[in-house]
């Protein structure tokens, strides 16, 4: 039996973490669960799954929990709240941070100090601050485990296999907007943004996807994971979504990871690894039925927001978390409809050039940091 810690327990990677545990009662319990308002989802699974500690985001809604639950659960409210659920565990514990955004780094931080082993779905943490989450790796010795389709493909490739790697491949789907050339995207709605053509998922990644700046996200995360340089880092459009990455070694053989377009099968596996075990609801991949995949070498032009992901990478110290928090608050913006889609890649391109770069930010200064490039795009904007 391992305990789960699940943040963002009410999101598409929470959702669907809840239906893993649900199915293999026998190995799991949740034990603690951080969400926002959406209390009306999560009725359907507190009573069931009973987590000793339940997070939320306001006043009303801890109301609203405790109206709701038949059991005695400690009911905290905000940033306390999260970061008891990242502190409840201990060894063989798990967490999983499937929170949106550079909210993710306390938490996660809290949790290796116990012990817990991590799941990562928030990419972002590794993006704002990477070096930070390395350092606290190697200090408490507890496993990162990616959760993001694309990095437990590598991870999956990569097992087992003593060095002699000459790059990492992760595939692009290419988002909403792959067919349209970068002209074409002028005046763009959100409600064509969000049409995701194989990937269930979030307001926010979707957006992510559609500018491309969630596959540069993708490389500084693969970066960080498994200690590659930027150069040995590649990306290709497959807008079959059926291989989830690649590695190429150095005698010229490629391991692909492929499989349908499900995100439990990356959810499960970082959870039950190193046992596969079968996921429910899960669609077989026919390749027959696939009849041919396609690929495409990525167009830094055509999708600026990633070559300014993979710049600011390379850069480091501050560069990634002010490339993070600047595009969080950009889709925030386009989302509210206060500015088109190609506002967003200009706004944070001119956060990452404009900002006083430090090469090895501590804690303390990435957080601030993160409110002050929020405040400064909005200052962008006026």
């Known amino acids: 039996m391992r305990g789960i810690h699940l943040l963002g327990a009410t999101g598409s990677i929470g959702e669907q973490t809840i ?8 190995s799991f319990s949740l034990r603690s669960a951080a969400f926002g308002t959406n209390t009306e989802k999560a009725a359907g699974w507190l009573n069931e799954l009973r987590p000793e500690i ?32 990242a502190a409840a565990g201990g060894e063989g514990d798990i967490l999983l ?43 408490t010795g507890v496993k990162l485990l990616p959760v993001d389709s694309e990095h437990s493909a590598l991870w999956q490739c990569l097992d087992g296999e003593a060095g002699g790697v000459e790059q990492l491949i992760l595939t692009a789907s290419g988002g909403s907007f792959r067919d349209k050339t970068r002209d074409e995207l002028k005046g763009v709605t959100v409600k064509e943004a969000l049409n995701h053509p194989n990937w269930s998922m979030g307001a926010k ?4 996807s559609a500018t491309m700046m969630n596959k540069g996200l993708e490389v500084i995360e693969a970066h960080w994971l498994f200690q590659m340089p930027y150069e040995k880092i590649d990306v290709v459009l497959h807008k079959e979504s059926i291989i989830h990455s690649m590695v190429e070694y150095q005698d010229g053989s490629i391991l692909a990871h492929l499989g349908t377009p499900d995100m439990k099968v990356p959810i499960q596996y970082a959870l039950t690894h190193p046992r596969k075990l079968a996921v429910p609801g ?69 956060a990452v050039e404009k900002h006083e770069f430090h090469a090895d930010p501590a804690l303390s200064h990435v957080l601030s940091l993160d409110q002050e490039t929020r405040s400064r795009v909005e200052g962008f904007l006026k």
């Open 19 to 26: 239906d893993i545990i649900r199915h293999y009662p026998e």
């Open 54 to 85: 339940i997070s939320v985001q306001t006043e009303k809604a801890a109301a609203d929990v405790s109206a709701v639950i038949d059991y005695k659960a400690d009911i905290l409210i905000g940033r306390e709240g999260v970061m008891a659920c």
């Open 97 to 139: 941070n499937a929170v949106m955004g550079s909210a993710g780094l306390e938490p996660t931080l809290k949790a290796m100090e116990t012990g817990m082993d991590i799941a990562i779905a928030n990419k972002e943490t590794l993006v704002a601050a990477g070096h930070l989450v390395m350092e606290k790796q190697k200090e």
């Open 205 to 208: 990644i979707t957006i992510d």
């Open 282 to 350: 899960m669609q077989r991949l026919k390749l027959w039925e696939a009849e041919s995949l396609h690929f495409q070498k990525m167009n830094g032009k055509r999708y600026r927001a990633f070559e300014t992901a993979v710049e600011a990478g390379k850069m480091g110290g501050t560069a990634p978390c002010v490339l993070n928090a600047a595009n969080e608050q950009a889709v925030a913006m386009f989302l509210d409809g206060r500015i088109d889609f190609l506002t967003i890649d200009n706004l944070v391109e001119h």
